[in-house]
């Protein structure tokens, strides 16, 4: 089992920066790729970056490239999202995951362990 916590999240303004962190604990962190998805109220989860179990190899969806950064510290058990020149669009809920393999899916239904969620809300 992994347990995720995210933290990070709150109001920001559009141009803003927010930094995501998700804790790791349980089973060894550093087998498993991470990922994050957010959802928006009505809208399905969307994935946004994805992370290697090294770190060797990230995935940014094409609305945050440029903008996002997905990072790992696996000494820490951490993985992280700094996310700069936010816009109003980026409000939604975001949810870090975890994957049973080393390598990373772009689909949620691969991944087998999620954090509970932190809101990000931009305003305009």
């Known amino acids: 089992q992994v347990q995720l916590t995210e933290s990070g999240g709150g109001l920001v303004q559009a141009g803003g920066s927010l930094r995501l962190s998700c804790a790791a604990s349980g089973r060894t962190f550093s087998n498993n790729a991470m990922a994050w998805f957010r959802q928006a109220p009505g809208k399905e989860r969307e994935f946004i970056a994805a992370?290697?179990?090294?770190?060797?190899?990230?995935y940014n969806t094409d609305s945050v490239k440029g903008r996002f950064t997905i990072s790992r510290d696996n000494a820490k058990n951490t993985v992280y999202l700094q996310m700069n020149s936010l816009k109003p669009e980026d409000t939604a809920v975001y949810y870090c995951?975890?994957?049973?393999?080393?390598?990373?899916?772009?689909?949620?239904?691969?991944?087998?362990?999620w954090g509970q969620g932190t809101q990000v809300t931009v305003s305009s």
């Open positions: 992370i290697s179990w090294s770190g060797a190899s990230t």
């Open positions: 995951a975890a994957r049973s393999l080393p390598y990373y899916s772009l689909y949620y239904y691969q991944y087998n362990y």
